[in-house]
Structures are given as structure tokens and as C-alpha cells.
């Protein structure tokens, strides 16, 4: 059922119709292109020694060209890092995939299509998917300026405060030599580690 919801979600057609010599259809050929730009035959000539249940297929796509269109002028990629910045960290706990998938899927590729080198049409495709990544997935809490540690992207706001408290018992304890003190790092120490 997943793949049967798969291929409606993408709008695809099956297009293979050679059956294998037990008269079973066991290789797909997928595409969102009509009928008119898909030929499906079976291979005269195969590259390797037939299998008896995966017969040979020979398949042509024509895919058609939208009308050209001039040159725009090149821009970096969208979410490309700068000397100063570094690339998004996204936060998927946080994405509202419905809707992120349901952008995705309302895209048009024509601009991809139509731009005649890879790398004008790779900048393309990316500022194509970072505005939708923007739009439905928040970017994780970046590093305080001014702020001296760095902590890994998966540390929790939690898991900061524990590790703080516990330098700043041990601090305090170093300072005024209390035996209380280190305690409290310790009882720290234990609220990270089980974290």
C-alpha cells in the first residue's frame, strides 16, 4: 500500500508492460512523463545473459525542453557558507513535513530544466529547496555571541545549564575550599551523564 501511495503522491505511470517467461511482471519502469515520451521495448541485444524472470528492457525517454529562455545572471547557491557564516543547521525535529512535502511536490522544475549548464541548473535546484526547507523547518539555536564554549547541535538547553552549574561548583569550591561544593558539581555530573 506504501508503494501504491508512493507513486500516486509523485504522479507516475507504470510503462512496462514484457512479461518474463513465466509470464510475470517483475521490473518497473516509473515516470511522470506521458505515454508520447516513453517507449518501452524489449532488448534484442542485452549487455549480460538474459534472466529467466528479468528479461531485458530497452526503454527511450524523450524528454521535452522548455522553450529557451536568456542566460540569468549566476548567483551563488542560496544557503551556500560564506567567510562569514556558516551553513544552516536544521532542526527536522521541529519540521512540519506535511506541509514541507507538499511544497515540494507543487514545484516547478522548468527553471532546472531550462538552464543550459550543471552548475547554473545545480544553484537552481538548491535555492529551489533551501527556500522550502526555510519556509517549513526552523534552523537550530546557533551559538551565542561572545560565548567562549561550543557545544554539539544535539546538547539540549537542559544538558548547557548542567554542565555551566557543574563548572561553577567546581569554581566555587577551588575558591573557597568547601566540601559542599564539589558535591553539587558531582550531583551535576550525575544529571549530565544520565542525560
Known sequence: MEFAHLVAFCK???????????????????????????????????????????????????????????????????????????????????????????????????????????????DVFYQKIHKCLRCHVPLKGQRRPGSRYHYPTWYTPEIIKNIQEKYTYLKKSKEVGSSAQPDRAAKSTNMVTRQ
Open 12 to 122: 507516475l505511470t507504470q510503462y512496462n508492460t514484457i512479461k518474463n517467461k513465466y509470464g510475470n511482471m517483475l521490473d518497473l519502469v516509473l515516470s511522470s512523463l506521458s505515454s508520447e515520451f516513453v517507449i518501452m521495448r524489449g532488448d534484442m541485444e542485452p549487455l549480460v545473459p538474459e534472466d529467466a524472470h528479468h528479461p531485458a528492457l530497452g526503454v527511450t525517454l524523450s524528454v521535452p525542453r522548455p522553450a529557451a529562455r536568456a542566460p540569468a545572471a549566476r548567483s551563488p547557491p542560496a544557503c551556500a557558507p560564506t567567510s562569514h557564516d556558516s551553513p544552516p543547521q536544521w532542526n527536522f525535529r521541529k519540521a512540519d513535513f506535511e506541509q514541507l512535502y507538499q511544497t515540494i511536490a507543487g514545484l516547478t522544475w522548468d527553471e532546472v530544466l531550462a538552464t543550459s549548464d550543471v552548475d547554473g541548473a545545480l
